[in-house]
């Protein structure tokens, strides 16, 4: 809706992950180098953990564009919470491999048999696994036995482990100590910087034809900064949500007036409350709240692209009216007082 207004390509901040966006802030920038840095060794795992929306899926879909012309066979598993057995069916399905009415040993040979012949083409098998924090330590194991194929001294497949920060402490857990030997390198996504925030904003504008229509004021960037601590998915929220102002509103200049305009409006539409301080939520509480309050805006972002569907028919019915009004009125006989 607000495109056209601002004369943009497309929207710039959608939820969904499009690698062509993708921003390399420093933490962005090394965590690409760690699975850049696996995918050279070839064996083993790289786990990346991050905040909720910090942009690891970003990452896998960018290392996923990346890799479209090199010699690696990748697949993506993203429902994590799987016992053992559902745990090799998936990724056998991943794979694209047929896996309905085959018992567990069955499976494993035939997985088996599909990365052996993947390599003998003188490609690489790459299976990446998001939310690796709701693993069950028989589903890792499950995972771990899969690192244990080989051809000529070498592992047939590689695993990258994406997760929230609280894998990094399952990590530490007694029954993940034979997966952790085999972790190669482990890195931690943060939240960008202010400079970063500013930066991020702007190349994402720049990639849909931004000619700095809507203006932005230093004072914008720094209230959306705050707000969202420079989380890039908080950051797409609320940023889109503020060109739909301007849009509504016809303005040209956003400034901190109209970034707390559009942080009020989400504070009465999503339940954001603070525990008291003396109360201090545990990890887990911290990104269950955190879980629901995302899936809440990508609800939004959807009524809000209905209300862009409704609207736009409104207005094309208007036009229709407006014209059929103009053509009866220019008909002869018809007083044009």
């Known amino acids: 809706m607000y495109e056209s207004f601002y004369q943009l ?49 970003m ?96 592992p047939l497949l590689q695993s990258f482990l994406l997760g929230q920060p609280e894998f990094r402490i399952t990590l530490q857990s007694e029954e993940m100590q034979q997966l952790k030997q085999r972790v190669i390198a482990s890195y931690h996504l943060g939240a960008m910087d202010m400079s970063e925030t500013r930066a991020y904003i702007q190349h994402r504008l720049d990639m849909v034809g931004w000619k700095n229509d809507p203006t932005i004021s230093d004072e914008a960037y720094q209230r959306i900064y705050e707000f969202t601590g420079g989380i890039p998915r908080k950051i797409n929220m609320l940023c889109d949500r503020l060109l739909l102002l301007g849009f509504l509103s ?47 805006l990508i609800g939004l972002e959807e009524k809000v692209a209905g209300m862009e569907r409704t609207l736009n028919r409104v207005l094309a019915m208007m036009r229709k009216l407006l014209h059929a009004m103009d053509q009866d009125q220019t008909k002869p006989g018809k007083s044009h007082a």
Do not use: C, W
């Open 9 to 57: 390509r497309a929207k710039p901040f959608a939820l969904n992950p499009d690698p062509r966006f993708f921003f390399g802030s420093k933490g962005h920038k090394r965590a690409v180098a760690y699975l850049e840095y696996g995918l050279s060794l070839g064996e083993g795992f790289i786990v990346i953990t991050g905040e909720i929306g910090a942009g690891k899926t």
């Open 59 to 154: 990452l896998v879909r960018y290392l996923f564009k990346k890799l479209e012309h090199e010699n690696v066979v990748a697949a993506q598993l993203v429902s994590t919470q799987l016992d053992a057995d559902d745990m090799l069916r998936a990724v056998t399905a991943a794979f694209g491999l047929e896996q309905e009415g085959l018992n567990k040993a069955s499976l494993l040979k035939k997985l088996e048999s599909y990365l052996l012949s993947i390599v003998k083409q003188g490609k690489r098998p790459l299976l990446v696994v998001d939310e690796a924090q709701n693993l069950s330590p028989r589903a890792v194991e499950e995972l771990r036995m899969l690192s244990n194929f080989q051809h000529a001294e070498k």
């Open 250 to 296: 016809e303005k040209h200049d956003f400034g901190h007036a109209e970034v707390q305009e559009v942080i009020d409006d989400l504070g009465q539409e999503v339940a954001y409350s603070s525990a008291p301080s003396s109360v201090k939520p545990g990890l887990a509480q911290q990104h269950a709240a955190a879980a629901e309050v995302e899936i809440t």
